[in-house]
Nanobody, 124 residues
Framework: QVQLAESGGGLVQAGGSLRLSCAASGRTFSSRTMGWFRQAPGAEREFVAAISWKTNPYYADAVKGRFTISRDNAKNTVYLTMNSLKPEDTAVYYC??????????????????WGQGTQVTVSS
């Protein structure tokens, strides 16, 4: 079992920045691909970014060049640094983990564990 806890969401003006954190429990963090997804009201959950257990990052086109995903295996934590935020980035952001030693997937069904989510609101 892996428990995930997101933090760092909040209200920010357009053009601003936020850094989300996701702390994971257990001893298998370094072997897991970690992903960030988001869900806006009335919309489906969508892929934002992921970082493989080999530390290779992957981004959705909508956030490429603005968001950066990183991980600190010593702290069992994955981060999402969000710059140049836009109102359309407003959503609940979720952290997710894949089973061990599997590479990046962009579909939510491929992730076994999920956090409770953190709200990000970008005002215009």
């Amino acid at each position: 079992q892996v428990q995930l806890a997101e933090s760092g969401g909040g209200l920010v003006q357009a053009g601003g920045s936020l850094r989300l954190s996701c702390a994971a429990s257990g001893r298998t963090f370094s072997s897991r691909t970690m992903g960030w997804f988001r869900q806006a009201p009335g919309a489906e959950r969508e892929f934002v970014a992921a970082i493989s257990w080999k530390t290779n990052p992957y981004y959705a086109d909508a956030v490429k060049g603005r968001f950066t995903i990183s991980r600190d295996n010593a702290k069992n934590t994955v981060y999402l640094t969000m710059n140049s935020l836009k109102p359309e980035d407003t959503a609940v952001y979720y952290c997710a983990a894949r089973p061990p030693y599997l590479d990046v997937q962009t579909s939510a069904v491929n992730y076994a564990y999920w956090g409770q989510g953190t709200q990000v609101t970008v005002s215009s």
